[in-house]
């Protein structure tokens, strides 16, 4: 159709896939700057993957590194370690026997992914309406209060508050589980404190992003002008200024869900979850390359992601953005 809105709508949906492939393009020597980076950096930081192993022989050593190819120069285990992620083979774990690092992932994401997205959901369900609250009651009662949990959401670090939790909730009153973690049986008991837990901090950032981004929106010319039109202030919110007030949320929510779903290693620790950020501090402690380069190229992908549909998003709230 060659009728002006199709049209329009045809080179508007062009842009944004030519956008997107050159974002995407860019992502290569980006995650290759990244993998570069983590591996020899992790190779120059002092121990070894066996230094927790009872003693050695030299002989035994000499073959255990060679058994993992450690033995060859560092630019010939990274140019083997590339190969490999061209066919996705992320290698052997070297602490975990007998197991691949691809199956730790496999094993560990899906409890990580589970947990971020509930902590996420319930984050932007309860942040969102109060951030509104507090700015459409600015220097009242309501903001004072929401901006005070705001502020303690955000100084109360989760090792505090998950422990905490745990010993009211689940030891004092007996009724939540405070340990563990089955997707098989997975219940809303054994969910809800790693997922309160998690996402408090976040709730307090979203109701600050939303209340401050709010309270600009409100201030501005064309909310002016629509009031002057006589319209009702819940038209004017909804319709004029939510979409406004929401562009640094969706910015913020791309690297926060990206750090959601990858773990959050004392929620992981504290409830003895066995999520992939507990795996790569354990992995990381103990110098199992493989494994922390899976994490690290994981949380990478999922940040460039991310950050490309929150780019993406942004474009479709905001008029004034073009993909050019």
């Given amino acids: 159709m060659k009728n002006g809105l199709p049209l329009v709508a045809h080179l508007g949906d062009f842009s944004m896939l030519s956008f997107a492939l050159k974002r995407l393009l860019v992502a290569i020597p980006t995650m290759f700057i990244i993998i570069a980076m983590a591996f020899f950096l992790m190779r120059l930081a002092p121990g070894s993957p066996f230094d927790s192993e009872r003693a050695m022989s030299p002989e035994i050593r000499q073959l255990v590194m060679q058994h993992y190819g450690l033995?060859?120069?560092?630019?010939?285990?990274?140019?083997?370690?590339?190969?490999?992620?061209?066919?996705?083979?992320?290698?052997?774990?070297?602490?975990?026997?007998?197991?691949?690092?691809?199956?730790?992932?496999?094993?560990?994401?899906?409890?990580?992914?589970?947990?971020?997205?509930?902590?996420?959901?319930?984050?932007?369900?309860?942040?969102v309406p109060l951030g509104l609250i507090a700015a459409l009651n600015q220097n009242k009662i309501q903001d004072y209060s929401v901006m005070a949990v705001a502020m303690a959401g955000i100084c109360v670090p989760t090792f505090v508050t998950g422990p905490l939790l745990a010993l009211f909730f689940g030891v004092k009153l007996g009724w939540l589980p405070t340990a563990g973690l089955d997707l098989g049986e997975m219940t809303f008991e054994t969910l809800l404190l790693p997922v309160v837990t998690l996402s408090l901090p976040q709730i307090a950032i979203i109701s600050r992003l939303v209340r401050s981004s709010t309270i600009e929106v409100l201030s501005s010319n064309f909310i002016r002008t629509a009031r002057a039109k006589g319209l009702p202030d819940s038209v004017v919110l909804v319709k004029h200024a939510l979409r406004a007030s929401l562009l640094p949320l969706v910015s913020y929510l791309g690297p926060a869900c990206a750090g959601l779903i990858t773990g959050s290693v004392v929620i992981e620790n504290v409830f003895q979850l066995p999520g992939i950020g507990r795996n790569f501090v354990t992995s990381a402690l103990q110098r199992d390359y493989p494994v922390v380069m899976a994490v690290v190229i994981l949380y990478a992908s999922l940040i460039i992601i991310l950050n490309l549909i929150a780019d993406i998003i942004y474009g479709m709230l905001d008029p004034k953005v073009t993909y050019e």
């Fill in 71 to 127: 033995d060859k120069p560092l630019f010939a285990q990274f140019f083997e370690y590339i190969k490999g992620l061209f066919v996705f083979d992320l290698g052997p774990s070297l602490i975990y026997k007998n197991q691949n690092v691809s199956d730790i992932i496999g094993n560990g994401f899906p409890v990580s992914i589970t947990i971020g997205i509930f902590a996420l959901s319930l984050a932007i369900f309860i942040g």
